[in-house]
RNA sequence: UCCGCGAUAGCUCAAUGGUAGAGCAUGCGGCUGUUAACCGCAGGGUUGUAGGUUCGAGUCCUACUCGCGGAGCCA
């Protein structure tokens, strides 16, 4: 393959004549200078075009290219500080690719509606490509971290013959003969089976919720990673999301800071995400709030602006611990030392981001998980091979989902999840 | 489902109940160092839809449609 040069590369070709290929970003022009700058994803160079060093051809060319037009151009490149990203390419040839037609998305303000219409283009910004960029070391970050720590990556179905929870709403779709069928929203169950097979395993996948969930931290359909393992009760599953955090967030400030630095993102919080975390119990969270002026009883469940309360109160991740069980799902085990409460824990991020990973130890006796089963009137024939994994070799065992947007959203310190997926999914949008 | 806000040029917004405007984008012209370049000219409108009040409605009233934000639910 013949090699490509990328504008990230240009450090490596300073006093070089070379070809780039790319989209005009922004024009300038002076007469018989013009500068056009070119973005080819991988950064943006300034390159201009005299009059007197080009053919009439070539200076007409780059008269004509419009924003967005796809072109190809050759010139010696130069460091200059003046220019952004400090090089500067000095223009000797251009070939129009395509002149694009006129471009919506001007390099004025826009409102929201407008650019998530035209999300297909609204990518191509500067900020939107420092978001993706963010969001893609983000998932390495998560496999390089269980890999390494010798878990499998098991992938769970996505169409599920019941509610997984047996609370939320789910997408509904015709199953052939079988009936109704849904799309999943959790892979936890199936975990569950992964982690008695192959011991520690994660799950990384899109999951669908029918919510009518109408705020800035929701989607219908978002990407969720989900590590399940035996032999781990609740202190060991607090200890595992607290590592994978600190991992993310550190991995993240230290090699991509220029895409940080595009969405102007106070890193100040962020550098403070190391271990420990606060680690408070429910009961303590209560006080916590009532002592804040906060009108809460215990029993209540925590609230998006009590969460910001809470976190707000450490400036770090915080760990809330062993909630009532009436507000929480079936299968989490209660506490022996308090049947009233689940050993669940949900991790708040700070700066009002909000819940970002819930998890819990599992009910592993088969009696117990009967009767929530029960209980919540749940059809016991669909739970019947999740109550062998409770009859055959049950183990103590634990896990937690962590939602991939809220977790982009909050170091990308965005306002609203749906710049933190490329096509995001909402109640009332479903296109582009 | 509930509560609040909104809809005017391609985009972002203005316009005491009295002739619908500006900036950006587009087109044409000018400028050899611009940084969301600048300067001049031009084209561009069924003011979301349907009613109503009024001499007169973008503006006031009613209903509807669509969108945004929040609550509940949750990652």
Known sequence: MKQKIYINELANHVGQEITLKGWLYNKRASGKVKFLILRDGYGYLQCVVFKGNVSDEVFEAADKLTQ?????????????????????????????????????????????????????????????????????????????????RGFTLFDPPIITPNACEGTSTLFALDYFDLGKAYLTQSGQLYGEAGALALGKIYTFGPTFRAEKSKTRRHLTEFWMVEPEMAFFDLDDDMDLAEELIEYIVQTVLAERKVELEILERDTTLLEQVKRPFPRISYDEAVKLLIEKGVDFKWGDDIGGADETTISGHYGKPVMVHRYPAEIKAFYMKRDPNNPKLALAVDVLAPEGYGEIIG??????????????????????????????????????????????????????????????????????RNTP
Not at 116 to 136: G, M, T
Not at 385 to 393: E, N, Q, S, T
Not at 420 to 428: G, K, N, S, V
Request: aromatic share 10%.
């Open 68 to 148: 967005e037009s796809s072109f190809e151009v050759t010139g010696k490149i130069k460091e200059e500080p003046r220019a952004i990203g400090g090089f500067e390419m000095d223009v000797t040839d251009l070939q129009i690719i395509q002149i694009s037609q006129e471009y919506p998305i001007t390099p004025k303000e826009h409102g929201i509606e407008f650019l998530i219409d035209h999300r297909h283009l609204w990518l191509r910004s500067k900020r939107q490509v420092a978001i993706l960029k963010i969001r893609h070391r983000v998932v390495q970050a998560i496999r390089e971290f269980f890999d390494k």
């Open 359 to 428: 998890g819990s130890q599992r009910e592993d006796d088969l009696d117990e998980l009967l009767k929530r089963i029960k209980e919540h009137n749940l059809p016991e024939e669909f739970f019947n091979w999740y109550l062998d994994l409770r009859r055959y070799g049950s183990v103590p065992h634990s896990g937690f989902g962590m939602g991939l947007e809220r977790t982009v959203s909050w170091i990308s310190g965005l306002e609203h999840l749906r710049e933190a997926i490329p096509f995001p999914r909402m109640i009332y």
